[in-house]
């Protein structure tokens, strides 16, 4: 009869003890999709009447203009499991098309594992021309076609080179891709803990980036209306 009862009560305590921890699960996935979602929630009321959607990933993407020009900001999680450490990726699009013949990608330290960039599919690579950082690749679809390189080169320099991922320049608009944020070392070698994205994204982080689009897109224009 005792051990019956010791019995019973093991495997009640082991019921228990399941329970909360499924509940602990259920608790923290919920937090972390509320966190996903509210990604934009500091850097949205900056843009006239923004609309917004959120991703398969649980992110939201969040499209509105500032001072009249248009904008698209992306979230992307890289959590390939060969990289050094999982990275989340913004994507800062200017979709107001300019008055070019081709596309310029340079992207950065290349992997051929990047989630958001089309870089590969551009047909030609071009030999990288003074000013742009060394541990770039540039691929375009028309290397005759392409904007002054010193002009792009000046404003790549304006950019941190351990934050930017790729710069394009095509006929439909301009883009940056950025590393926001690397996965906590020591939680991910331990327990393989990628999470990324708990606080929402600050302003001090987009603003700089926005203002960089703009300043090229200016620039791009100007240069190009001499030809």
């Known amino acids: 009869m005792m051990r019956e009862l010791?019995?019973?009560?093991?495997?009640?305590?082991?019921?228990?003890?399941?329970?909360?921890?499924?509940?602990?699960?259920?608790?923290?996935?919920?937090?972390?999709?509320?966190?996903?979602?509210?990604?934009?929630?500091?850097?949205?009321?900056?843009?006239?009447?923004?609309?917004?959607?959120?991703?398969?990933?649980?992110?939201?993407?969040?499209?509105?203009?500032?001072?009249?020009?248009?904008?698209?900001?992306?979230?992307?999680?890289?959590?390939?499991?060969?990289?050094?450490?999982?990275?989340?990726?913004?994507?800062?699009?200017?979709?107001?098309?300019l008055p070019l013949r081709a596309t310029l990608d340079m992207l950065m330290r290349p992997m051929g594992t990047e989630p958001f960039t089309n870089h590969s599919k551009l047909p030609q690579q071009i030999v990288t021309p003074a000013g742009f950082p060394p541990d770039c690749v540039i691929?375009?679809?028309?290397?005759?076609?392409?904007?002054?390189?010193?002009?792009?080169?000046?404003?790549?320099?304006?950019?941190?080179?351990?934050?930017?991922?790729?710069?394009v320049i095509s006929p439909k608009g301009l883009r940056i891709v950025w590393l926001i944020e690397e996965a906590d070392r020591t939680r991910y070698l331990l327990f393989r803990d990628a999470e990324m994205g708990a606080t929402p994204l600050p302003r001090a982080t987009l603003l700089p980036l926005i203002g960089a689009l703009r300043d090229l897109q200016a620039d791009l224009t100007a240069e190009l209306s001499k030809e």
Do not use: C
């Not at 304006?158 to 790729?166: A, S, T």
């Open 6 to 97: 010791l019995l019973a009560a093991v495997f009640s305590g082991l019921a228990l003890l399941l329970i909360a921890v499924v509940w602990a699960i259920y608790q923290r996935s919920k937090a972390r999709r509320v966190a996903r979602a509210r990604y934009f929630a500091e850097v949205a009321p900056l843009f006239e009447a923004p609309l917004s959607a959120v991703a398969a990933t649980g992110f939201p993407r969040l499209s509105g203009k500032m001072h009249g020009t248009l904008f698209d900001l992306q979230v992307v999680p890289d959590t390939l499991t060969f990289r050094k450490l999982p990275a989340l990726w913004l994507l800062v699009t200017l979709p107001e098309p």
């Open 139 to 167: 691929r375009t679809d028309d290397p005759l076609a392409l904007p002054d390189a010193a002009l792009v080169a000046r404003h790549v320099a304006g950019l941190n080179p351990d934050r930017l991922k790729e710069l």
